[in-house]
């Protein structure tokens, strides 16, 4: 059935399973924002709320009422409860995890195995439901089919990118396959696509097309929480004089830490006091030579910092005193980072990408990703700029809000 504006579903639900199983694994990620955004908002409206989630024994399901008590864990007001036997026995390495799939159980109106999902969801939801997944999980064919076979089901589905498919030399070992039957589901069970740019849009459009079937495609900014800067969070505080820089994202191939690097090596050899680099983000894959440079290179100590497990407020804070926020990403769907810096009034350098035209305009500075000369020009220019850090082109630059996201797709669906 098409989704359509006009036509509210009698009630939504909500796919969390992304968050679940990122708990534990240390501060939230781009798309693990998307996903927690939806929870807030969708917790608040007047359509009935479900939320679907896969555990390690199944699916369960819960009304909107466990929609609050999960924002609440989920972002560290309230501590998960005790893990019970069945989390025990499922023996995960995070303690957390194994307490978060026993408050999902505790929470729960149904569980199920997962070949039980179709008739545990009849049971319980409404004709006319509408069902969102915003974190890339549960895309299988056989999810989406159970799902589609509800009375008047729709289906809408965030891709947030492509770069499995257009990249697969950033990706880790069988992803762009797994992205690829992904999308396949996606092209054959969606009744809409909602998309977080105009590239992202081209793209979907691009690798859907040969398959036959494009579902509907509408495009809606992602929004940007105001930052708030907490300096109390922030345990390791630049050194007092020293001008700073900050990247921000997971530490692997396509955002191209490799370029800064080597931009700092040759600073340090060149300056007796060179600007500090402060690396903010977990080790990811595929990337030996980096994570070996960022353990044994000897300029690393004085002028290079690796910090994993900040706050949204110890970034903020990190971020608002900084001479820029550097963003060399070779591929990117969306970039929440650099629109959170400019939102501070930070300036940008980043990567020439059609996404980073469409949402920063002429906010950023625009560099080559496989040019080190270039940055390091240019990192050179406002290490020694002696004027205040900051942009007043903030002012004139229109961050996305996440109202406006849900203006958009909540009309839809």
Not at 77 to 93: E, H, V
Not at 238 to 257: L, M
Not at 350 to 372: I, Q
Request: charged content about 20%.
């Amino acid at each position: 059935m098409a989704i359509s504006t006009g036509n509210p579903p009698s009630a939504r639900l909500l796919d969390i399973t992304r968050l679940i199983s990122r708990v534990g694994r240390g501060p939230p990620t781009g798309v693990d924002r998307v996903e927690l955004a939806y929870l807030s908002r969708l917790s608040s409206d007047s359509v009935p709320l479900f939320l679907l989630a896969r555990s390690s024994l199944g699916f369960v399901l819960m009304g909107g009422a466990a929609a609050r008590p999960l924002l609440d864990r989920i972002t560290g007001i309230t501590p998960w409860g005790a893990a019970d036997l069945l989390s025990r026995l499922a023996r995960f390495s995070e303690p957390d995890r194994a307490a978060a799939e026993a408050d999902l159980r505790r929470l729960s109106l149904d569980r199920c195995r997962p070949a039980g999902l179709r008739g545990m969801l009849r049971k319980h939801l409404p004709r006319g439901t509408a069902y969102l997944n915003v974190g890339h999980s549960n895309l299988e064919a056989g999810t989406l089919a159970a799902i589609r076979d509800l009375p008047d089901m729709r289906i809408a589905v965030l891709v947030h990118d492509t770069i499995p498919l257009d990249h697969p030399e950033f990706s880790a070992r069988g992803v762009p396959q797994r992205f690829a039957a992904k999308l396949a589901a996606i092209g054959k069970h969606a009744d809409l696509v909602i998309c977080n740019s105009h590239a992202t849009a081209a793209d979907v459009q691009r690798h859907l097309a040969p398959r036959g079937r494009v579902p509907p495609l509408i495009r809606a900014h992602l929004g940007i929480d105001p930052p708030c800067p907490d300096f109390d969070a922030l345990a390791q505080r630049p050194a007092p004089g020293r001008p700073w820089f900050v990247t921000v994202g997971t530490i692997e191939p396509r955002k191209n830490h490799a370029l800064l690097l080597k931009v700092w090596q040759d600073l340090s050899d060149e300056m007796a006091a060179p600007p500090l680099l402060f690396i903010v983000g977990r080790r990811g894959w595929r990337n030996e030579d980096v994570f070996r440079m960022l353990d044994t290179a000897p300029f690393m100590e004085r002028s290079v910092f690796e910090m994993n497990n900040l706050s949204d407020g110890g970034l903020a804070a990190l971020v608002s005193g900084a001479r820029a926020l550097l963003f060399p990403s070779l591929a990117e769907g969306y970039g929440l980072p650099p629109l959170e810096a400019a939102a501070l009034g930070v300036p940008v350098l980043a990567t020439d990408l059609a996404v980073y035209r469409e949402v920063l305009g002429d906010f950023a500075v625009y560099l080559d990703g496989r040019d080190p000369y270039s940055w390091r020009k240019k990192i050179i220019e406002l290490t020694r700029d002696t004027g205040t850090t900051g942009s007043a082109e903030s002012a004139r630059l229109a961050v996305p809000a996440w109202a406006d996201h849900f203006d958009i797709v909540l009309g839809h669906t």
